[in-house]
């Protein structure tokens, strides 16, 4: 026998029909002598609505009140897929976030979970009942219910199944699983069977969202062990798991990409020390975060120009906060470029192996495409490339590092 949690999104719970077909999901589970915890999040559009009426009553209105209407969209789902449940026979109970409790820190809006108490839900399991828990939700200090920001019943089923100690944490989504790269990009893309949790986190934080970012901190923290698979389909999916459950591992894992990010390239600013303070500072108070930077080596041993990225949505304010400062740094000019992607490869193989990144950079001449900026980290090698060319880079490299489909 296992305790398993498993997780249904908001697609997969879209309608009537669709939480029957959850139910029956569940029940097989139940049938095979396993003690089960579903976790599900609102249908899909609910939370949507929901945001939009706050907004509506009052553009600036009160977190606390946000997080009591939010909140609403999972507590419909699991009263119906509990009496879904119950309708197939099953013993079956739903469970707040409040009723657990799932306690949360103040943060209204965005909590993050400090604690869940299971003692009583675990009862009820191990008499054989099925747990029916609302995603996305908890309990505030002071009583008053909180949600965890959007996406978050990822998070919530990854938190269930650490304080449950569940063997597994099956998530059940639209996707059947994680892919070397996007497959709408690149046919030859191929579903993963096992992906460690640092490439899963590098791969959802430049852009693949199978699973919220945070939900795969927590699962490496806890080493949960989680698995995507599709709601619609009856197939194994990619298993996320500590880097020793994997024997054959490959050198890159898989490539992502991301059109979030934006490029500031400053010309001949002063080169002395505490230049990059000056500028990464104020950037920083300003709350803009900064991924890629070069700086070049300064020809004439007084100025050099620096180039960096930030999130297309801080462009604006970033190019401000820089202007404002100008007096200070002292460039001569500031030029902005959204039209940049990001490709990454990804893989822990990389660690012992050399020559990844010259591939990559052999891959992109190859095409023609040029290389504007450059960042590592152990496991991820990262350029900034111009826009147009997502789909060639993409398709290149993936078959360079002998990922396409056989
Ligand atoms: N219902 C919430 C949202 O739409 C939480 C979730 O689906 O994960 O963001
Ligand atoms: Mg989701």
């Known amino acids: 026998m296992a305790r398993i949690v498993m997780k249904f999104g908001g697609t997969s719970v879209g ?10 999901r569940v029940k097989r589970e139940v049938e095979a002598g396993n003690q089960v915890a579903v976790v599900v999040s609102a249908m ?5 609505q929901l945001v939009d009426w706050c907004k509506q009553m009052a553009p600036l209105h009160d977190q606390r009140e946000y997080d009591t209407v939010v909140a609403t969209g999972e507590q419909v789902t699991i009263g119906l897929l509990a009496i879904g449940l119950q309708d197939l026979g099953l013993k079956a109970r739903s469970w707040c976030g409040w009723q657990v409790p799932v306690r949360t820190d103040a943060v209204h809006g965005k909590a993050r979970i400090d604690a869940i108490d299971t003692t009583e839900m675990l009862a009820g399991m191990e008499a054989g009942e099925v747990a029916v828990v609302a995603g996305f939700q908890g309990v505030a200090p002071g009583n008053r219910i909180a949600t965890l920001g959007r996406g978050g019943s990822d998070t919530s089923a990854v938190a269930l199944a650490a304080a449950l100690k569940a063997d597994r944490c099956d998530i059940y989504t639209d996707v059947d699983g994680v892919y070397t790269t996007d497959p709408r990009i690149v046919t030859q893309a191929r579903k993963l069977d096992k ?3 640092e490439e899963m986190l590098e791969l959802a934080s430049v852009g693949a969202k199978v699973l919220q970012t945070r939900s795969v901190e927590m699962a490496m923290k806890h080493r949960v062990r989680v698995q995507v698979l599709s709601s619609f389909e009856d197939k194994p999916g990619t298993l996320v798991c500590d880097e020793d459950e994997i024997v054959e591992k490959e050198l890159v894992s898989g490539i992502a990409y991301s059109r979030d ?4 390239t400053l010309i001949r600013v002063a080169d002395r020390p505490g230049v990059a303070a000056a500028i990464f500072g104020p950037l920083a108070e300003a709350a803009i975060n900064v991924d890629m930077i070069v700086q070049n080596v300064s020809e004439d041993g007084k100025s050099t120009d620096l180039t960096f990225t930030v999130g297309k949505a801080d462009l604006d304010r970033a190019k401000k906060v820089i202007e404002d400062n100008k007096g200070q740094l002292g460039f001569e000019g500031l030029v902005a470029d959204a039209n940049v992607v990001k490709v990454s490869v990804i893989g822990v193989g990389m660690r012992s192996h050399a020559g990844i990144a010259q591939k990559m950079f052999h891959t992109l001449a190859g095409e023609g495409i040029n290389i504007q900026v450059i960042s590592t980290s152990e496991i991820k090698i990262s350029v900034l490339i111009e826009e147009k060319y997502t789909e060639l880079a993409l398709r290149a490299l993936h078959t360079a590092y002998g990922l396409d489909a056989a």
């Open 195 to 197: 992906i460690t949790y």
């Open 261 to 264: 990010e934006a490029k500031i």
């Open 44 to 48: 899909s559009g609910a939370t949507n």
């Open 15 to 24: 309608d009537i029909d669709r939480i029957k077909n959850v139910a029956r």
